[in-house]
């Protein structure tokens, strides 16, 4: 009985987490800490879904992410001796373009990938 209970609780518990997340309007802040990591967008450990914290630092609020949470380019960024004011495909051994997600690419090394098609951060 003592185990079925625990599994009730830590389901309800994730119940409230989501439904608290979604009808506060709780919005993604980033970057976020999270265990011993960093992050600058939606994350995906352990779960279906990418989501995101909802405190600098991770407190157990979260939501998972939508189109409009995931993280934006920031231009203009900074990446080796060039100032980027749109996506590059500058070192891309692909010649895929992409963006950072900080002013500073040479310092902070975070970046993603445009969209093809508008030539704009996913």
Request: positive net charge.
């Amino acid at each position: 009985m003592g185990r079925s209970a625990g599994l009730l609780l830590a389901r309800v518990c994730w119940l409230l987490s989501v439904l608290w997340s979604s009808s506060e309007g709780g919005h993604c802040y980033f970057p976020f800490r999270y265990k011993s990591g960093v992050f600058y967008d939606c994350v995906k450990f352990k779960a279906k879904h990418k989501w995101c914290s909802l405190h600098s630092v991770y407190q157990g609020f979260w939501k998972y992410c939508a189109e409009q949470d995931f993280a934006k380019c920031t231009f203009p960024f900074w990446y080796r001796h060039t100032i980027y004011w749109e996506c590059t495909d500058d070192s891309d051994a692909f010649g895929k373009k992409w963006c950072s997600l900080t002013q500073n690419y040479n310092k902070e090394k975070v970046w993603k990938y445009c969209d093809e098609i508008s030539g704009e951060q996913r």
